[in-house]
């Protein structure tokens, strides 16, 4: 077995106690809870988990590759410990004393094909529920674009189901009980979110309008594939099967409403995506826990390229990203006539569970 510098294993680890210690208990994991800490004292797991590729997130990727091959049938009794995995048969068993032994054991009798897919494969989670926190800033751009329609490009849209949120239906829910919802009331995929301050959200039109419609990923999830969603679905905590079936349901109405992913670099090929939108609508950009895998230096690249490209065309950027804090803020940067100003409007559980607007609509 390869070894890694300390700064590397130290990385590791800090990242797998980060994962732990908030992460998993935050999201309601207790599985990934107990592997996490479990991992910090495993000096071969984390060489194994120190093996991906820079720009990943170790512990999603390792707990990743262990979730794909239990999804894929392999019969080991650490599966008893994954809900998602055991749902049709039984009640899963709670993290005890034995499952990171279990877990040690799982991945050993799998270490080729472990290390295989966590340094080939990304990080690339579609969560759905994310698209009803952004639902309320589409609105405020239509609105103030004079309710034009939009024309959206997503950056890092994996599989593509955050680009079909206006085939969604949206329910918000308020402190006081009440609650409001936008969109096919009948429609095969239906999130929630819970709104939180006391600044309202901006008003959601019934006839918030879509003209035209792309996304781009360095590597598209293919929906018609079956083992490229099994990987989707193996980034999820394997504790959210509801997230499991949002994501099953997404991905039939993405089949069912096939939309352009060019595969590729954002900033090699955007340029050309930019020019194919429909000139009587509103451009507008958005990316939900995506940009942070850009480098400094790329994410100057992006802004400069979209304020160059702003001298002829105005362009709205809608960005969901992680703070250090564990929520998300929620931020528009808007390109207009070579320059650009910066709004945050909201702050955001980065799985959708809640909202938080900040500005008045």
Known sequence: ????????????????????????????????HALSLGVLDDPAMLRLAASCPPSQPSANLLFGAVHYLLLGGARHPLRDFYPDVVASEKMPRPPAQETYTLFQDFVWNHAETIRQLITTRLVQTNVVRRTTCLLPVFAQLAQEAGRQPLSLIEVGSSAGLNLHWDRYCHRYEYPSGASSAWGDREAAVQLSTQVRGTVPLPPLPADLRIAWRAGIDINPIDVTDADAMRWLRALIFPEHLERHQETEAAARVARDNPVPIVTGDALTH??????????????????????YQFSPEARKNLWRMLAAFSATRPVSVIILDGVPEGWAQLLIRDFKNGGSTKRHLAAAHAHGRWLEWREAA
Do not use: I
Not at 8 to 25: E, H, I
Not at 271 to 289: E, N
């Open 1 to 32: 077995m390869s070894s890694q510098p300390a700064s590397d294993l130290d990385q590791v680890r800090a990242y797998f106690r980060n994962f732990g210690l908030k992460q998993a208990p935050e999201n309601g994991s207790p599985l990934y």
């Open 270 to 291: 955007l340029p050309a995506l930019l020019s194919q939108a429909p000139q009587d609508s509103h451009l507008c950009l958005y990316a939900s826990m995506v940009l």
